[in-house]
């Protein structure tokens, strides 16, 4: 059984910031340096979407548009831990947060094999 564990979610006002974490475990997931990782986010009403990726070792990154110069992912394969630092945080951001997990470096979400269950960020104006 795969889990990853999103937390860090919350309440924040405009121009707050925020840190997600996601953390895999699992007998099937297999070595976590074998995956490489994503958020994506669903507002209310709208298709989930890619927020940004990153390669197996840290090394590459890619990012939404609407995000760039805001958040940051980053990876620490000794903890099975994704993160996403999320700074100059907007009420258009408010959405639930998943984090993903594939082989493939890519912003196409039907190519992510395992999901969490994924965390409320809401940004008030």
């Known amino acids: 059984q795969v889990q990853l564990v999103e937390s860090g979610g919350g309440l924040v006002q405009a121009g707050g910031s925020l840190r997600l974490s996601c953390a895999a475990s699992g007998r099937t997931f297999g070595t976590f340096d074998t995956y490489y990782m994503a958020w994506f986010r669903q507002a209310p009403g709208k298709e989930r979407e890619f927020v940004t990726s990153i390669s197996r070792f840290g090394g590459s990154f890619r990012y939404a548009d609407s995000v760039k110069g805001r958040f940051t992912i980053s990876r620490d394969n000794a903890k099975n831990t994704v993160y996403l630092q999320m700074n100059s945080l907007k009420p258009e951001d408010t959405a639930v947060y998943y984090c993903?997990?594939?082989?493939?470096?890519?912003?196409?979400?039907?190519?992510?094999?395992?999901w969490g269950q994924g965390t409320q960020v809401t940004v008030s104006s």
């Open positions: 993903a997990a594939s082989r493939r470096m890519t912003s196409d979400r039907n190519e992510y094999i395992y």
